[in-house]
């Protein structure tokens, strides 16, 4: 049933409503740059964060300009932040080493650590970046088809994100990049590549170290040689 309202009653506290506080429009700061983080790389599809949140020691409100993608680091435990909502309800979040959180655009919170130890966190700001369509090497698939030690963790309308462990004794199959993606890792190690069968030195690569992947790499294959490598892949859809 529609209600009826009467218009003499109803201008006036449409007025009222519009000026009074909660009603007008707030503006609220972009999540970086900040106290605590830092930019660690950033091209034309991603700006990375290396952020450390310190227990009591708020963000102050703010409102994310863009989704985002955060991967838990911290080493040797649990770690704990904060969030606290524009109405001020909060929420106390414990993640481990190697959680990942997606946040989309227009996100309004503040963080605070909520743990002894400090939490420490990577950032992936997603640009507005739409990859162009491109075309595949036949009988060369891309990079995580069937790539071994390679779990989904989830999935929007933009990007895929993987969770990857490099095992000992198992090589990555051969592959391609043909979409832009982002990496940190979040357990140590040591990999190396084969381009054309032959290997190459070892890359260590140490806990919170992030790159933004190439497409120009060719086909090549990929192996543990040391401690068991372990990352957070930021993968953007692609279109062939």
Do not use: C
């Not at 450390?52 to 932040?81: F, P, R």
């Not at 106390?92 to 939490?119: C, H, L, M, W, Y």
């Amino acid at each position: 049933m529609r209600r009826r309202f009467n218009r003499r009653v109803t201008m006036p506290l449409a007025v009222l409503f519009l000026y009074s506080s909660p009603a007008v429009a707030q503006k609220y700061a972009p999540p970086f740059p900040r106290d605590g983080a830092t930019k660690v790389l950033e091209d034309e599809e991603f700006a990375i964060w290396d952020v450390t949140y310190e227990k009591g020691k708020s963000t102050g409100m703010h409102e994310l300009t863009l989704d985002q993608v955060s991967v838990n680091i911290t080493v040797d435990g649990l770690s704990a932040i904060k969030v606290t909502k524009p109405d001020g309800t909060w929420s106390i979040e414990q993640e481990k080493n190697g959680s990942v959180r997606f946040e989309s655009k227009g996100t309004v919170e503040a963080e605070e650590g909520a743990s002894d130890r400090p939490t420490h966190i990577f950032v992936f700001q997603l640009k507005n970046f739409a990859p162009p369509h491109r075309p595949i090497t036949e009988g060369i698939p891309g990079q995580f088809e069937n790539r071994v030690g390679a779990v989904k963790l989830f999935e929007t309308d933009r990007i895929v994100v993987w969770d990857d462990t490099f095992l000992p004794g198992l090589r990555k199959p051969l592959h391609k990049h043909y979409s832009e993606t982002a990496i940190t890792y979040y357990q140590p190690g040591k990999v190396r590549q084969f381009i054309g069968g032959v290997p190459g030195p070892p890359n260590e690569y140490l806990v919170g170290a992030a790159r933004i992947g190439k497409l120009n790499v060719g086909p090549h294959e990929e192996e543990q040689v040391e401690g068991t490598p372990r990352a957070i892949w930021v993968q953007y859809k692609y279109d062939f």
